[in-house]
């Protein structure tokens, strides 16, 4: 039960106090479950994340039900879930509520732009933690510039994910022949 309660929490929090969406999540939620908690290597979140990003959906949800699941089966998946996206459902009820009344005010607006920007920064930094162990040599390099390349072009990210994985399977299958 101690640990349902921790899932939860940690998925509130990260829901709660992470703005701009799945992406920027991600940093935060590397820190919980590598640096803070332990519950995986950098490695293992990068499958995690990978995994949450191929399949349908909100990235930073899909990547808080498979570590609630990897964790506590499918009552965890459950639970951080619910974690994660309960802040943005309360705070997005009481936006609805408000918004025609603040939208067009002026320090709102400044906010929001301050809020933006970070957000950038947050992305930025996921990029470079998830990207440094990720690229292992000549061929993840490569991999890495022709991906964002091709999501530049506006080439679909699941083509893009598609080319990858078969990359990967050519390369290591190449790598058991060369031996």
């Known amino acids: 039960m101690k ?6 929490s940690m998925f509130f929090r990260i829901g709660g106090f992470t703005f701009g969406g799945g992406y920027a999540m991600l940093p935060m939620i590397q820190q919980e479950i590598v640096i803070k908690k332990q519950w995986a290597t950098e490695e293992e ?10 399949t349908p959906g909100i ?8 570590v609630g699941f990897k964790r506590r ?19 997005i009820t009481i936006i609805a509520a408000i918004f025609d009344q603040v939208i067009n005010n002026v320090m709102v607006q400044h906010a929001l732009s301050g809020i933006r920007i970070v957000v950038v920064a947050f992305i930025a930094q996921g990029i470079y933690k998830m990207g440094k162990p990720s690229i292992k040599g000549k061929l993840t390099a490569c991999l890495f510039v022709m991906a964002a390349i091709l999501l530049l072009i506006n080439v679909s990210p699941i083509y893009v994910i598609i080319s990858g994985a078969l990359i990967g399977l050519f390369a290591k299958h190449n790598e058991r022949g060369a031996k």
């Open 3 to 8: 640990e349902l309660i921790e899932l939860f």
């Open 45 to 54: 979140v990068l499958d995690y994340f990978a995994i949450g990003q191929m």
């Open 59 to 66: 990235i930073a949800v899909n990547t808080a039900t498979f």
């Open 73 to 91: 089966g499918i009552v965890g998946a459950i639970v951080a879930t619910l974690g994660m996206i309960a802040p943005s459902l309360i705070i």
